[in-house]
Each structure stands twice: as structure tokens, then as C-alpha cells.
């Protein structure tokens, strides 16, 4: 299985899976820093909500288009 194959696959995980994934996979690297578990903690919550559908993302270009109008104010 080719990393692009599992990526999809693992992208269909529900977004708690995901973060819990993501965290044994970074804490798997031995050359990272310790996380803060109040980080960890808070991605974990934006990611059930957004699994729950309780927020709406926000695209990077519509933030980043927002961020650039509001600089140039």
C-alpha cells in the first residue's frame, strides 16, 4: 500500500480516531519535543467538534484573505 493510499484511507477515520492517531504517531518520533498536554487537549476538542459538526472550518485562503484586508486597514 502506497503512503497516498493509506493516507486516504486514514482520512475517513472519525476525527477523534484521527487525533488519537496523530498523537501516537507524533509521540513515536524520538526527536520531538514533549507536547504540552493542554495543546494536545485542545485539538483533540476542535476536532470533535468539527467531527460533530457543532463548528464549520474556515478555508486557509478565506482566513488568509481576511487577515491581509484587516493588515492593510
Known amino acids: 500500500m502506497t503512503r497516498e493510499a493509506l493516507e ?3 482520512l475517513q477515520l472519525p476525527p477523534e480516531e484521527r487525533a488519537h ?3 501516537v504517531l507524533l509521540e513515536s518520533l524520538d526527536d520531538q519535543p514533549d507536547l504540552d498536554p493542554a495543546w494536545l487537549e485542545e485539538a483533540e476538542r476542535r476536532a470533535a467538534e468539527l467531527g460533530a459538526g457543532s463548528v464549520q472550518a474556515i478555508p486557509a485562503a478565506t482566513v488568509l484573505a481576511n487577515a491581509r484586508r484587516r493588515l492593510a486597514e
Open 8 to 10: 486516504a484511507q486514514l
Open 21 to 23: 492517531l496523530a498523537r
